[in-house]
């Protein structure tokens, strides 16, 4: 028992200590920030470059057009406008005139309108239209009253059912493309643990003194020791992130935090830890197939089949609602993990 435990500590040490293991802790928040920087990036560049401006003599299309995101009132006839195309300085522009209580808007452009655009202004136009109609029509205040009259809908809902079905959808996404990516991670990681040693010199001194079962079973144990750090880490950080914003006004009056709990149950846990180990189980079998560390991934193939297939095949289907399928799923090994 005691070998157990120093080649337990040994591996354990090993791995925690490394730098690997530190960049991947934060490689999430990286990828998460650079995707967030990108698109943020993105976003300016597109809101730069698609602006379209809108040349009109009708003060009231000019009026009511005004903070429509996308557009702008910089050019006041078609020559300038074209000119701006052409040094890119817009993407293109907008004709609004207004012939006998009809308003005719024509788009001038290289290419198509963003849909985005074109929503909004022809919502603004459809209401600028509307008004011109009311008042060609001359109706009476009654009339108007009553072709002013709308769908009486309204909701009754159980809030905290809604709220508790939000935080479950939430809670079950991002659970599952964790365990996603802790599993290609450390699948890999326990594959080439294994089939590094295998074979070597040094083993036939270690197995001098440790029954070769109970090294297997001290190294499995001592990555998941490393898979549980690893996952406690975020677990401390989630933590820590709530305590510090549990006062927002978005958390604290929609009632999230209190379903939380609700969301991962103890049953759930325990759930995840034993599919975790039955992975790293796995893993840890198919590296031993191979003699050299560097067709450890040729000899993972099968388990990254049934990792990717599992999550995207769970994804897909989950946002269908619950169905037969997913039912059946939920009883098939290491599928069911999702």
Do not use: C
């Amino acid at each position: 028992m005691r070998n157990m435990w120093v080649v337990m500590k040994e591996t354990y040490l090993r791995h925690v200590k490394s730098w690997s293991f530190f960049f991947m802790v934060i490689s999430p928040f990286l990828f998460l920030a650079l995707s967030v920087g990108i698109g943020y990036l993105q976003g300016s560049s597109m809101a730069k470059n698609s602006k379209i401006a809108v040349v009109t003599t009708v003060p009231s299309v000019e009026e009511g057009l005004k903070g429509t995101n996308g557009i702008n009132f910089d050019y006041k006839d078609e020559a300038s406008a074209q000119t701006a195309i052409k040094d890119e300085k817009i993407k293109g522009y907008l004709t609004v005139d207004q012939e006998d209580s009809v308003i005719k808007a024509v788009y001038h452009g290289e290419t198509s309108l963003e849909s985005g655009i074109k929503l909004a202004v022809t919502n603004r136009l459809n209401e600028l239209q509307y008004q011109l109609n009311r008042s060609a029509a001359n109706l009476s205040q009654e009339q108007e009253k009553r072709l002013s009259q709308t769908v009486d809908f309204t909701e009754k809902i159980d809030e905290s059912k809604e709220n508790k079905k939000i935080v479950q959808t939430i809670a079950a996404a991002g659970l599952g493309f964790f365990l996603y990516m802790i599993l290609i991670t450390y699948a890999s990681v326990t594959a080439q643990e294994v089939a590094s040693e295998k074979g070597t010199k040094i083993m036939e001194v270690v197995f001098s003194s440790i029954r070769a079962s109970h090294y297997f079973y001290a190294r499995m144990l001592a990555l998941l020791l490393v898979i549980l750090t690893h996952i406690g880490i975020y677990v401390v950080g989630g933590l820590a992130a709530i305590l510090l914003f549990k006062d927002l006004p978005i958390l604290a009056q929609s009632g999230i935090l209190n379903h939380i709990g609700e969301a991962f149950s103890l049953n759930t846990l325990l759930f995840v830890l034993v599919s975790l180990f039955m992975y790293v189980v796995l893993a840890a079998f198919l590296g031993s197939m191979v003699s050299r560390p560097e067709d450890s991934g040729k000899a993972l193939s099968p388990l990254m089949i049934l990792i990717i297939g599992g999550f995207f095949g769970v994804t897909a289907l989950g946002a269908a609602g619950d169905n037969l399928i997913l039912k059946i799923g939920s009883y098939i090994p290491f599928i069911s993990t999702f």
